[in-house]
């Protein structure tokens, strides 16, 4: 990884990405050793915790969007967790897929556009 001192954040910034786990050399961003003070304060947080989710508390008021693979430590293959906070939806650029609209059930009530894994999600709602 490279020193967070180093880095260069776009202050107009849509939002800051990171992985907070990565497990082929053993780095992993905790509440402690992330660098906050280097994220402009009005871009979103987004993490990518496929790694490491459910191992430990989410510090919601600096992460704003959380996904990750389940089948790491959440469920069976086949889902994918995305935690979004309520002031980022219905905020997406007009043209974005209505796959990748996160309200898109919450807007047409009983419609779906695949059949979703409903075991996989049954069995992490066990979890």
Not at 7 to 29: L, M, Q
Not at 55 to 80: C, F, H, L
């Amino acid at each position: 990884m490279s020193d967070p001192d180093t880095w260069h954040i776009d202050t107009e910034a849509s939002y800051f990405h990171f992985c907070s786990n990565e497990t082929v050399n053993g780095f992993e961003f905790t509440q402690e050793n992330f660098p906050w003070h280097k994220i402009p304060e009005d871009v979103a947080v987004v993490a990518d915790m496929s790694s490491n989710i459910g191992s430990r508390p989410i510090n919601w008021e600096k992460i704003d969007v959380v996904y990750a693979g389940a089948q790491k430590n959440m469920g069976p293959t086949g889902v994918t967790i995305v935690i979004a906070k309520k002031s980022l939806l219905n905020k997406q650029a007009s043209d974005t897929p209505v796959m990748m609209d996160w309200t898109q059930f919450e807007n047409s009530p009983g419609t779906y556009y695949n059949t979703p894994p409903v075991w996989c999600i049954y069995v992490m709602g066990l979890n």
